[in-house]
């Protein structure tokens, strides 16, 4: 089994047809072909068939989809590493981060990084903290930037980049924000602007209710942060952000925010890396501008 043979894996489950992995990968068709038909041949079960026109990996192919995508970048990486060494000051780096880092930290961040090293490559997709986490796991990111609980899972090592508060944001004219003290059934009381299911805010929120005893009244769900603030801007909806996120908001006057009442659960935001992947220089360069913007910004 070689690298080629699982590239063709990988890009047979995305594009479905024969001639269309050659072409990615600048080969004939019966080239493509002969090394599907040898990698059945080495493992000896059958791991593609044809379907209404199409080629689609059979039970056992998936199987194979699975490691070859892992595999695949594992290459990729080693590749780049390495010639990092010949090409100094050259090179990538994929990031992945959650919503609130990936918008309200990073940006400026990623801009003087670019500046000091103009012949770096970086790229950075913005999903959800347990997404970026089963990316770092399947070595698609060089480096997870996310907000969320403290968490345990090798081989992902995260180190503390800031804290990242959530608080309670109401409109300046909500009645909440004229309330002396706030106590949690106070908050089964208004409409409640709830974050989609995947987001660590809405896992964070749920388990505040839940030790709190209390029923949100969470008719609304959004899964954009900039949406769920234009709704509580309307004035009869609150919900809970990171305080990062509505910095500019709040020094407008046009949304308020209290702390969450009784609230024992602390989030903090984490750079993270999978150790069973090398560390190159491009992403030590990072880290340490990440830090030291961490420490003169925020």
């Known amino acids: 089994m070689n690298l080629l043979k699982l590239q063709i894996v990988e890009l047979l489950e995305k594009h479905k047809k024969i001639t269309l992995v050659a072409e990615a990968l600048n080969l004939k068709q019966p080239t493509v072909s002969f090394h599907m038909k040898t990698l059945e041949q080495e493992l000896g079960v059958q791991l593609f068939e044809s379907r209404a026109g199409r080629v689609l990996l059979t039970e056992a192919g998936r199987s194979l989809y699975h490691y070859s995508v892992k595999i695949n970048s594992l290459a990729q990486e080693a590749e780049r590493v390495v010639k990092e060494y010949d090409h100094l000051g050259r090179g990538s780096l994929k990031l992945g981060a959650s919503y609130v880092p990936g918008t309200y930290i990073l940006p400026r961040m990623l801009s003087s990084f670019a500046k000091s090293y103009p012949r770096i490559h970086l790229s950075m997709v913005v999903k959800t903290a347990p997404v970026i986490r089963e990316m770092l796991l399947n070595h698609e990111i060089d480096i997870g930037i996310m907000s969320c609980e403290p968490f345990q899972l090798p081989p992902l090592a995260g180190e503390t980049f800031c804290e990242d508060e959530l608080v ?10 004229r309330s002396p003290q706030l106590f949690p059934d106070q908050l089964e009381e208004v409409p409640f602007v ?8 809405r896992q964070m929120t749920m388990k505040w209710a839940q030790s709190n005893r209390i029923e949100l009244n969470g008719q609304l769900e959004l899964d954009s942060l900039e949406a769920i603030k234009q709704t509580v801007l309307l004035g009869e909806s609150v919900s809970f952000v990171s305080r990062l996120a509505v910095a500019s908001e709040v020094e407008r006057g046009e949304l308020t925010f209290r702390p969450i009442p009784q609230n024992p659960f602390k989030r903090y935001v984490y750079y993270a890396h999978n150790l069973d992947r090398r560390a190159s220089a491009v992403m030590d360069s990072f880290i340490e501008h990440l830090l030291q913007s961490a420490s003169s910004e925020l």
């Open 168 to 177: 309670l944001i109401c409109s300046p004219q909500h009645k909440l924000a």
């Open 194 to 201: 709830l974050h989609s299911q995947e987001s660590s805010t």
